[in-house]
């Protein structure tokens, strides 16, 4: 069912897909045909949201059945979230926010990583394989803290989680450095984003097999990360119906703050499960990579990184760009091997005219500086009374963009990635509120001032103790993984 994007001779079920985390030959996994994820979208309408992810989950993952992912979503999800419901869909003036970020850890990929422990133990088992699962991760913020929180004290697993030194908000940073947990370590790596996702690329490349450890990754490059954000795709739309505005067929816009292009990428495949889905708008901050590769056809890495006041989409490799490349060319393995075999060697590659136009007709992209996001923030606070944090708010003012230039009347829901108080300091600033002596003080003023109440688990965060300090240059992280994986127990 599913395959290397370069390579289709390299397949695998959909169990082992999760388990392996990335093929052999470095392509990512993804199905084969997509007339076998066609579900049948009424039926999904106006139901909870327990029962989409587990009808969409075992459509997009067969290995397991409905009865068994049932389950899994139950225990993955039950208590965990502010709403059962999981994600709320707010209405603000014209449009509509997803708020993704109302799980453990204020962030959209709680979603995914609440369930990818569970899904990951149960896809080993199914393949008889009772190795120590070792996690490797490269966070820019928000992966690193919803891998640890979802992986702690699951047996069987461990988890390392690197972020660059510098490229996390203040919060972000006192989230990942007191996690608990027997099985969870956070190294800072001096360096960015990039340096250390390439790093972990390297260590996963090189990695010599350790008796009885295997390793695996909670980045969006594992189709058990990606699956569970399709579902609510699906929930927004139900939610449309439910308010009223739509009717079931009509076409819903999605408008995506987007880095690793993970989260955009469920929209497609929503819509290839057979959504109503119209544009799907790909929104960036200045490292618009993205916004000139939809705008070209041509993809080029080969610029200055930035660091923006949205920290986790500063990024100027989006790998799951090249899922889309694969499906959007009719799963021409030949073709994303040829495109990924440029970026690698000659830091770009150019698309042909005809995938472009095809990619065109189904996606915008826009980007936002940062005194643009600044100017959304206060905006949207002062005429709409709604609060958004950084990223959010590029994903509005992108979406303001399109407006303006299209003229497209079509409902559109614009997803909110991150709780506001994760990035305090910024929002504050663009509402005018005065900053406090440390990242706390100014969330505590931004209540005040707004009365948007903090998320419990980012209130709790300036009394817990630090229990990891480790900070290494990106050339230890290879040694540093592999003392790891052959230490059976981890002492603290
Ligand atoms: C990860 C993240 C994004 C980007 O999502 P991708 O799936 O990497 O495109 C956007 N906003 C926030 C807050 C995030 O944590």
């Not at 009424?42 to 029962?51: E, H, N, P, Q, R």
């Not at 992986?151 to 450095?177: C, L, N, W």
């Not at 990184?305 to 790998?319: E, G, Q, R």
Request: proline residues 3%; contains cysteine.
């Amino acid at each position: 069912m599913y395959q290397s994007t370069r390579n289709k001779n390299i397949t695998a079920s959909s169990s082992e897909a999760i388990v392996r985390g990335i093929a052999a030959d470095g392509g990512l996994f993804m199905f084969s045909s997509e007339s076998d994820i066609k579900i049948d979208v009424l039926s999904l309408m106006g139901k909870t949201t327990f029962f989409m992810a587990t009808e969409i989950l075992s459509k997009l993952l067969p290995d397991f059945s409905k009865e068994e992912m049932a389950e899994i979503v139950r225990k993955a999800y039950s208590g965990k979230f502010e709403t059962d419901e999981l994600t709320p869909t707010v209405k603000i003036g014209n449009e509509y926010i997803l708020e993704l970020f109302r799980g453990p850890t204020s962030a959209f990929k709680d979603v995914a990583l609440s369930i990818l422990p569970l899904l990951l133990t149960a896809s080993a088992k199914k393949n008889g394989i009772d190795d120590d699962i070792v996690i490797l991760t490269a966070t820019s913020g928000d992966t690193g803290k919803a891998a640890l929180e979802g992986f702690q004290d699951v047996p069987g697993t461990k988890i390392i989680v690197f972020y660059p030194e510098e490229g996390v908000s203040a919060v972000q940073k006192k989230q990942m450095i007191t996690q608990k947990g027997n099985n969870t370590l956070v190294v800072a790596v001096k360096g960015n984003f990039d340096d250390a996702q390439t790093g972990v690329k390297n260590i996963f490349a090189s990695f010599k097999g350790k008796e009885g450890v295997r390793l695996s990754s909670a980045n969006s490059i594992n189709i058990g990360r990606l699956a569970p954000q399709v579902v609510y795709y699906f929930k927004a739309y139900s939610d449309l119906i439910e308010m009223g505005d739509i009717k079931f067929g009509d076409k819903v816009n999605f408008c995506v703050p987007t880095g690793n292009f993970g989260d955009i990428l469920a929209g497609y495949i929503a819509k290839l499960m057979g959504l109503p889905v119209g544009k799907l708008i790909v929104a960036s901050n200045a490292n618009n990579v993205l916004t000139d590769f939809f705008n070209t056809g041509i993809y080029d890495k080969r610029r200055a990184f930035l660091k923006t006041a949205s920290p986790s989409m500063d990024i100027l490799i989006s790998s799951n760009l090249e899922r889309l490349l694969y499906l959007s060319s009719g799963c021409d393995n030949d073709k994303t091997a040829a495109y990924m075999a440029s970026l690698n060697e000659k830091g770009f590659y150019k698309i042909e005219a005809e995938q472009l136009a095809r990619l065109q007709s189904e996606f915008y992209a826009g980007c936002l500086s940062d005194e643009g996001t600044a100017g959304v923030i206060k905006n949207t606070y002062e005429k709409k009374g709604y609060l958004s944090d950084t990223h959010t708010a590029v994903g509005i003012g992108v979406y303001e963009e399109y407006k303006a230039k299209t003229g497209d009347k079509t409902p559109t829901v614009i997803l909110s990635t991150a709780s506001p108080y994760k990035f305090s300091g910024f929002v504050a600033s663009a509402i005018g509120v005065e900053a406090g002596d440390n990242e706390f003080e100014t969330m505590r003023r931004l209540e005040e001032k707004t009365g948007v109440p903090i998320p419990k688990n980012l209130k709790n965060l300036e009394e817990l103790e630090v229990l990891h300090k480790t900070v290494i240059s990106k050339e230890e992280m290879g040694d540093l993984v592999s003392a790891k994986a052959s230490e059976k127990v981890w002492k603290r």
